[in-house]
C-alpha cells in the first residue's frame, strides 16, 4: 500500500513538475498573487478526475483485452523515451521562464484560462491518462488505487507549492539554470521509468 502510494507519488510528480504552459501559468498568477486559490483547485481537480479516469479506464480495457496492456505499455515506453530525451535536449538550452506581464484580471478569466491549458493540451492525456493509467496497473488490483492516490497528493502539492510558493522562490524558479536542472532530472527520471516499463 505505501510502496505504491509512493510510486504513484514519484512518477506523478515526475510527470507533473515538466515545464510547460500550465506550470509557467500557475508561476505567473502565484507571482502575481491573482486568483491563485482558483488556478490550483482547477489544475489539481482536474489531475484527479484524469488520473481516475486512466487507472479505472485502463483497467477495464485490460479486463477484456489482456493484448492491451502490452500495447500501452510499448507505447508507453516509446513515450517516455522521447519525453526523457526531449527534456535533456531542452535541458541544453538557457531559455528564461518569463513571468506574464501584471495585471488585473478577473476570477472568470483566470478559470478559462486555467481550464484551457489543462484540458486543451493533448499532453495531458498521454501522461495522466494514458502512461500513469498504464503505469498504475503494474501494482495490481488494489495497488493501481493507491498508486493513483500518490500521484493525485503530488498533484496537489506541486500544484500548491508553485502557485503559493512562488513570490519566495519566483527567483530561483524563473531562472534559466533551475530550469535546466529540472529538465535534467525529469529526463533522467522519464528514461529510468521507460527502463523499468519495458524489461516488464
Do not use: K
Not at 500550465?22 to 482558483?38: S, T
Not at 488494489?142 to 508553485?162: I, Q
Amino acid at each position: 500500500m505505501l510502496d505504491s502510494s509512493l510510486a504513484g507519488f514519484a512518477t506523478g510528480l515526475s510527470l507533473i513538475v515538466a515545464i510547460g504552459a500550465q506550470n509557467a501559468y500557475v508561476l505567473r498568477q502565484g507571482l502575481a498573487r491573482e486568483h491563485i486559490g482558483v488556478v490550483v483547485a482547477i489544475c489539481a481537480l482536474s489531475d484527479v478526475v484524469l488520473i481516475s479516469a486512466g487507472v479505472s479506464g485502463i483497467g477495464t480495457i485490460v479486463e477484456r483485452a489482456p493484448w492491451a496492456l502490452d500495447l500501452v505499455r510499448w507505447l508507453g515506453v516509446a513515450f517516455l523515451t522521447w519525453y526523457g530525451v526531449a527534456s535533456l535536449l531542452r535541458a541544453r538550452r538557457a531559455d528564461a521562464l518569463r513571468a506574464a506581464d501584471r495585471g488585473s484580471t478577473g476570477v472568470r478569466g483566470v478559470a478559462v484560462r486555467a481550464l484551457a491549458l489543462t484540458w486543451l493540451n493533448p499532453h495531458v492525456y498521454l501522461d495522466t491518462v494514458l502512461l500513469l493509467g498504464s503505469i498504475a496497473n503494474h501494482e495490481g488490483p488494489t495497488g493501481r488505487w493507491w498508486f493513483a492516490v500518490g500521484a493525485c497528493a503530488a498533484s496537489g502539492v506541486w500544484f500548491s507549492g508553485l502557485g503559493y510558493g512562488a513570490r519566495r522562490a519566483g527567483r530561483l524558479l524563473a531562472s534559466p539554470r533551475a530550469w535546466q536542472v529540472l529538465d535534467v532530472l525529469i529526463g533522467l527520471t522519464m528514461l529510468a521509468i521507460a527502463l523499468t516499463l519495458a524489461l516488464g
